[in-house]
């Protein structure tokens, strides 16, 4: 005897379709980018040219990982490490001048028309350019892969540090006045705070300029264990379009980690108290 189920109830269908209105546009666009990435690795003339007929431009997904073995996957895993390490060291660096620059500069109009020429004239720099310098002036360093990746990232964080200083409203620097706070108490309990939105806007942009200064600037460091960029490099003149397209897929995933964690820290920072 059939078992004979209750349809579902409205509330159960009201809460299932707008969590599938939220997946289907991603999900959508995933097929997409899916379908053109098999469109474009099947449309190059002598793609599959080689003699085991693999990829040797762009692997379509399902060749993503031929060619990799167990010295390739330890060399990747030795880059990632790299990379990763600067990464996150060049993006806390990279927070802590872009927010004292910031502030420095919401301070002292003299000090921002003094600076901001200088800043904006670093920004729109190729890193092309100031990286075979750097390593001339300091040598194929940690140091020098720091200082490629702050440079690119500390951008952001100043801007939007110095425009969320300044937008704090006249009305709560006027109660802060006859309180008589003092500028360390008003920076810390008023200014930094009611700026923290700004900040975190320029935190989302300036993580994934991290990954990119530590994998971009990795291309001109020759000497010590390779990160990412190097590795990118060694796999596309051994025409090895695989195991590339998986160090470019690590990267990016760092990119995207760094993101997700920026995000998360503002929800549980900012968002509480917060509503754009």
């Known amino acids: ?98 927010v004292v620059l910031g502030v420095a500069m919401s301070f002292s109009r003299s000090l921002e ?32 892969r720091l200082i490629v990746t702050v440079l690119i990232a500390f951008f952001p964080i100043a801007s939007n540090t110095l425009f969320g200083m300044r937008s704090v409203g006249t009305a709560l620097h006027d109660v802060f006045t006859l309180a008589g706070a003092s500028r360390w108490h008003r920076l810390i309990h008023l200014q930094l705070p009611a700026a923290s939105p700004a900040i975190f806007a320029g935190l989302r942009v300036s993580a994934g300029l991290a990954v990119i200064g530590a994998v971009v600037g990795d291309f001109f460091f020759t000497r010590g264990t390779p990160g990412l960029g190097r590795l990118i490099t060694f796999f596309f003149q051994d025409t090895r379009s695989g195991p590339m397209f998986v160090t470019a897929l690590i990267a990016a995933l760092i990119g995207l980690c760094f993101f997700l964690a920026v995000a998360a820290l503002r929800r549980l920072l900012v968002s509480p108290w917060h509503r754009p």
Do not use: C, K
Request: glycine share 6%; charged share 10%.
């Open 113 to 144: 028309s003094a600076l901001w020429p200088w800043l904006i004239a670093v920004q729109v720099t190729p890193v092309i350019v100031l990286t075979p310098i750097i390593v001339r002036v300091v040598g194929a360093s940690f140091t020098a």
């Open 1 to 98: 005897m059939n078992e004979i189920r209750p349809p579902a109830s409205p509330r159960t269908s009201a809460h299932r379709s707008p969590r599938l209105a939220r997946l289907a546009p991603p999900l959508a666009a995933f097929g997409v980018v899916i379908a053109g990435w098999y469109g474009l690795a099947y449309s190059l003339d002598n793609n599959f040219a080689s003699a085991d007929g693999s990829a040797l431009i762009i692997p379509p997904p399902h060749q993503l990982f031929v060619g990799l073995n167990a010295a390739t996957v330890s060399r990747i895993a030795s880059a990632t490490w790299v990379s990763l390490g600067t990464a996150a060291v060049g993006f806390l660096l990279a927070i802590l001048v872009g």
